[in-house]
């Protein structure tokens, strides 16, 4: 069974970060913990460390390095905690005229953010990418996202359609679900509650789901999910009737409970042009206001940069939107 290309890239992309650290003897890895070091070190990487967090925070790291006459790579998480500590690092390195690196992270990142948050998780990413199972010819997840209006539901069925055609078996399936959890979202019958326990709901419902499209996956299926964690981070984030949830604190949440897409395909369309097509549903749904969809829109935006989906314009002909999604797809099977 053959490797996808992106996976190949990406391991490709975090061995030249490893054979770059092994490079730099004259340098220390500030990395945030233990776990981190470990990581790095099973992953190849064979130098010096500092744990910053347990070495006394950014300043103490730094005037360390300054001592050592060294130089730094900054090798902290990519999560919003990691980024703050990056910002500091930099500050405090730079004060003490201390050379530093954060290209490395930097390209690290790019190649482990669409399966983990964090540097401890890069033996599990390696590990990942190079299972022949998780990567099999047959079964496969790929996830369709988009603001309401997008085109989404119909989409995923005439992909269905057209892999059905070539032979390949296809489990169709949409986020909230229709059971358990998901058939009570979509009821109302939770009532009035907070965006957070909302949120919760949401990525409680996507953990059975994942169970179970893991399952059709490990049967061989193609399996074609409408909207996937990405939704809940949109618009959750998005700020309802002004209204937001912390989007670090979402994505941290469903990273503990998703699966890893093959693919996801961002349906990309204008919110004055959905709204159009929203308008026969009858009833307006509360998420279905134009300047809410335009923040959804944009976040959704922000997450196809850092996750990697393809975009693809939804604003042609259905035909047309359908050859965007098959040409994308025909590259990852």
């Not at 399966?115 to 996830?143: F, N, P, T």
């Not at 989409?155 to 390949?168: D, F, H, Q, T, V």
């Not at 979509?186 to 957070?196: C, D, V």
């Not at 959804?296 to 002909?317: K, N, T």
Request: charge should be negative.
């Amino acid at each position: 069974m053959r490797q996808p290309d992106i996976f190949e890239e990406k391991l490709g992309q975090i061995r030249k970060v490893v054979d770059a650290l092994n490079e730099r003897k004259g340098s220390v890895i500030l990395v945030e913990g233990r776990k981190d070091e470990i990581a790095l070190r099973n992953a190849g990487v064979d130098g010096e460390f500092i744990h910053v967090q347990s070495f006394g925070g950014p300043i103490r790291a730094s005037e360390y390095v300054s001592e050592t006459g060294k130089t730094a790579v900054i090798m902290t998480d990519w999560d919003r905690r990691g980024n703050l500590l990056a910002e500091s690092l930099e500050t405090n390195l730079a004060a003490l005229d201390v050379r530093y690196d954060t290209r490395l992270r930097t390209e690290l990142a790019s190649a482990c953010r669409a399966y983990a948050k964090d540097v401890e998780s890069l033996d599990s990413v390696v590990a990942y990418l190079g299972r022949e199972d998780a990567c099999q010819d047959d079964g496969c997840l790929i996830v369709l996202e988009g603001i309401d209006g997008s085109g989404k539901s119909s989409m995923c069925a005439a992909i269905a359609a057209e892999l059905r055609k070539e032979g390949k078996t296809v489990e169709t399936t949409a986020e909230p679900t229709h059971v358990r959890i998901g058939s009570l979202i979509r009821s109302g019958a939770f009532g009035n509650i907070s965006q957070m326990t909302e949120a919760i709901l949401f990525t409680a419902d996507r953990n059975d789901h994942t169970e179970n499209m893991k399952k059709w996956i490990y049967d061989g299926k193609i399996v074609i999910c409408d909207r996937y964690f990405a939704s809940t981070v949109a618009y959750q984030s998005s700020g309802l009737d002004g209204r937001s949830l912390d989007r670090s604190v979402l994505l941290r949440l469903n990273s503990m409970f998703t699966g890893i897409p093959r693919l996801t395909l961002l349906l990309d369309l204008d919110p004055s042009v959905s709204a159009g097509r929203i308008a026969s549903r009858g009833m307006p749904d509360r998420y279905e206001n134009i300047e809410f969809q335009r923040r959804v829109r944009a976040e959704y935006l922000r997450l196809a940069g850092e996750f990697g989906f393809r975009i693809v314009d939804a604003s042609g002909r259905p035909e047309e939107v359908l050859e965007q999604c098959m040409s994308e797809i025909k590259k990852v099977l």
